[in-house]
C-alpha cells in the first residue's frame, strides 16, 4: 500500500495491511509516537504516554501476526483512552488535579475488551474536570489546542477533549470519549470527527469514572464513520459487572451500514432551534439536508413537543444531582485546586431536593414518551451538532454550554452520531447532528456512511 499513511489512514486500511504483512504494529506504533513528541508539547492533547509498553506491545503483536496467533482483526491497532477510563495500576484522574495520584484498582470493561481483541492503549488523553463541561478547557491540567487554527488557541470541545485532538492531529488512529451531555461529540464536532453517542447500557461503564449515572455513556471517536462502527463493535456487550447493560444484546451494525438511505425518511428540526446557530454552521447544515434528500432520503420539518433549551436544563439538573453525589465532598473542600468553572456546575446538584430530583425524573420519562410519539414513524432526527465553530478559548463565556443540540439525545435516551459536513471560511469543522431511537445505533451510522461517501470533508486533515 504505497499511499498508506500510517498516522491519517483509516484504520479499516492499517489493519488490512496488518493482516497483510505490508505494516509492522511496531512501524505503525512508532510514526504515532514521533508525532506525539513532534505535536503535542503545543497540542496536549495527552495526560500520560505509555512509550514504552506501547512498542513491547506492539512488538508481541507482530510476533503473534506472523505466528499465526493474530487476536483478530484489529491485532496491533493503538488507541487512546480519555483519562476517565481505569486502567489497573495506572494513574487515572477524571482530568482533576486532585486526584493527579489516584491509582486505579480496577481495568474498565471496555478497556479489557480493547485489550483483549489485540488493541495496543497508546496513552491517556485530558479530559474537563470530573468530566463535566463542554468547551474541553482545564484550569490545572491545562486545556488541549484544537488542531485545525495553529495560531489561535480554540476550545476542543468537552469533555473528551484530548481523545478529540490526539485523533484529528493524527496522534492516534482512533480514541474513547464518553458522553454525558454530549462529550463525545462536541469535540468530535469542533475538531472534525465522526463521534458517535452510544444507548445507556450499549457499553459498559464499569471502571468508568462516573459522572451522572442515569446519562453516562462510553463512545468511540474516529475519522470515519466506518471506523467509528469498528471501534464500537469493539466496545460494545453486555457485562455481569454493568447492570445497566442487563438484557442489551450486541447488535453488529456493519451488515447495514452501506444500504444507502433511499427511502428513508427523516425528521428535520422545528425552524425555532435555528435561532443563535451561526450562519456558516446552518448553510453547512442546510446542505446536508440536501445532499441526503439527493440520496434518496425524505426529509421533513417536524413539530416536537420540548424545545431543546429546555431538555438541555434538565440534563443540567440530572448531571449536577448526580455529579455531585460522586464528588462533591472534593467540590466542596475549598482548599482542594478543583477548577474554578467546574465547581459551580457540581455545585447545581448541591441544593437539590430529593422530591425535586425524583420530579426531574419523572419529567424526563414523559418526554422521552411524548418524543417517541412525536418521532413514530422516523429514522433520524437532523439537527447541527454544534450552534458554531469552535470558539477562541479566551473568547469563551464558562456560565453557558454549547450543548444545544446534544443534551438533548442524553435526556431522550438515544443515540447520536457526529459526523463532519462542511469547514468554515476561517477553515474551522462544522457537522452534522444524526439522532436515532435509543439501542438504533446501527442506523446513525447508515445514515452518517451513507452522507460520508457522497462528500470528501473526512479527506482533510489539520494544517499542522
Request: aromatic share 6%; glycine share 10%; with cysteine.
Amino acid at each position: 500500500m504505497p499511499d498508506l499513511d500510517p498516522a491519517f489512514s483509516p484504520v479499516r486500511d492499517l489493519a488490512a495491511a496488518i493482516r497483510a504483512g505490508r505494516l509492522s504494529p511496531v512501524d505503525l506504533v512508532d510514526v504515532l509516537l514521533e508525532r506525539i513528541a513532534r505535536h503535542d508539547g503545543k497540542l496536549h492533547a495527552y495526560v500520560t504516554v505509555y512509550g514504552d509498553d506501547a512498542r513491547q506491545a506492539a512488538r508481541a503483536a507482530e510476533g503473534a501476526i506472523r505466528s499465526g496467533h493474530a487476536a483478530g482483526p484489529l491485532h496491533g491497532i493503538p488507541v487512546a483512552l480519555k483519562d476517565i477510563v481505569d486502567l489497573e495500576g495506572r494513574v487515572t484522574t477524571g482530568g482533576s488535579y486532585a486526584l493527579k495520584d489516584r491509582v486505579s484498582t480496577v481495568t474498565a470493561t471496555l478497556a479489557k475488551k480493547l485489550i483483549a481483541a489485540g488493541m495496543i492503549v497508546i496513552g491517556k488523553t485530558h479530559s474537563v474536570e470530573f468530566a463535566m463541561g463542554g468547551w474541553g478547557t482545564n484550569e490545572h491540567m491545562g486545556t488541549p489546542w484544537n488542531p485545525w487554527d495553529t495560531k489561535v488557541h480554540r476550545a476542543p470541545g468537552g469533555s473528551s477533549s484530548g481523545t478529540g485532538v490526539a485523533v484529528s492531529a493524527g496522534l492516534a488512529p482512533w480514541g474513547i470519549g464518553t458522553d454525558t451531555g454530549g462529550s463525545v461529540r462536541l469535540p468530535s464536532s469542533w475538531c472534525g470527527l465522526a463521534g458517535l453517542k452510544t444507548t445507556v447500557g450499549r457499553v459498559s461503564c464499569h471502571g468508568v469514572l462516573p459522572l451522572a449515572s442515569t446519562l453516562d455513556t462510553p463512545g468511540p471517536m474516529a475519522r470515519s464513520v466506518e471506523d467509528a462502527a469498528l471501534l464500537y463493535n469493539a466496545m460494545q456487550g453486555p457485562d455481569p459487572l454493568d447492570p445497566m447493560t442487563r438484557g442489551v444484546t450486541f447488535e453488529d451494525p456493519l451488515p447495514q451500514m452501506k444500504r444507502g438511505v433511499a427511502g428513508l425518511r427523516l425528521a428535520l428540526m422545528p425552524a425555532r432551534e435555528r435561532n443563535g446557530v451561526d450562519p456558516e454552521v446552518l448553510a453547512a447544515f442546510d446542505a446536508s439536508v440536501e445532499k441526503l434528500r439527493e440520496l434518496g432520503a425524505s426529509v421533513e420539518e417536524v413539530s416536537l413537543p420540548c424545545a431543546f433549551a429546555a431538555m438541555g436544563s434538565m440534563a443540567g439538573d440530572i448531571i449536577g444531582a448526580e455529579g455531585y453525589h460522586f464528588v462533591g465532598d472534593l467540590v466542596d473542600d475549598m482548599d482542594l485546586p478543583i477548577d474554578r468553572d467546574v465547581r459551580p456546575r457540581i455545585w447545581r446538584g448541591r441544593d437539590m431536593t430529593a422530591r425535586a430530583y425524583l420530579d426531574t425524573l419523572k419529567r424526563r420519562a414523559d418526554l422521552i414518551r411524548d418524543f417517541a410519539a412525536a418521532l413514530a414513524g422516523y429514522d433520524a432526527l437532523l439537527t447541527p451538532t454544534t450552534a458554531t465553530p469552535a470558539p477562541a478559548v479566551r473568547e469563551i463565556d464558562q456560565s453557558g454550554t454549547p450543548a444545544g443540540f446534544t443534551r438533548m439525545v442524553n435526556i431522550l435516551d438515544r443515540c447520536a452520531l457526529a459526523v463532519p459536513n462542511g469547514f468554515t471560511k476561517t477553515g474551522l469543522p462544522t457537522s452534522l447532528h444524526i439522532v436515532c431511537a435509543g439501542y438504533d445505533e446501527a442506523m446513525a451510522l447508515r445514515i452518517g456512511w451513507a452522507y460520508e461517501q457522497a462528500t470528501e470533508w473526512t479527506a482533510r486533515r489539520p494544517p499542522l
